[in-house]
């Protein structure tokens, strides 16, 4: 498709705009949810990266209707280029959801697990700050 260099301009600093204020609401969510891990915060952060993830597949098919070599403006280009690069959004919506959920339930998981403590084997132990501590200052190599 023929395009003039006004209008990918616009289409690339409107996209951007558009990503801008999403990309920020999903890590407002993002972070909610890992600084207090409940079922509401993971649905509420998983929400807002399937709408991200959307958005940036809807804006990245529309992205692949240009030709970035006729593009004059190399920053342009670049930006064109990125836009393209639609990572996981690229799968159909309901496996997207599914991988956005997966994604969260892993580092749920990951965030609640407990271990023994090594010697006595009665106290449990989270990652934070438990674990981290044990590993920054024990010089037992057992």
């Given at each position: 498709?023929?395009?003039?260099?006004?209008?990918?301009?616009s289409f690339v600093l409107d996209a951007e705009k558009q990503?801008?204020?999403?990309?920020?609401?999903?890590t407002i969510a993002s972070w909610n949810f890992e600084s207090n891990i409940t079922d509401a915060t993971q649905a509420i952060s998983s929400a807002?990266?399937?709408k991200f993830d959307k958005l940036s597949k809807k804006l990245?098919?529309?992205?692949?209707e240009f030709d970035e070599?006729?593009?004059?403006?190399?920053?342009?280009?670049?930006k064109l280029m990125f836009l393209k690069n639609i990572g996981t959004a690229i799968l159909p919506d309901k496996t997207l959801k599914e991988f956005i959920k997966l994604k969260?339930?892993?580092?749920?998981?990951?965030?609640?697990?407990?271990?023994?403590?090594?010697?006595?084997?009665k106290e449990?132990?989270?990652?934070?700050?438990?674990?981290t501590e044990s590993l920054a200052t024990s010089r037992d190599p057992d």
């Open positions: 498709a023929e395009f003039t260099q006004e209008e990918v301009k990503l801008q204020a999403e990309s920020h609401k999903a807002a990266q399937e990245g098919k529309k992205a692949m070599d006729k593009v004059k403006d190399s920053d342009i280009r670049r969260a339930d892993m580092g749920a998981i990951y965030s609640k697990a407990k271990v023994k403590e090594y010697y006595n084997l449990d132990y989270s990652l934070e700050p438990h674990l």
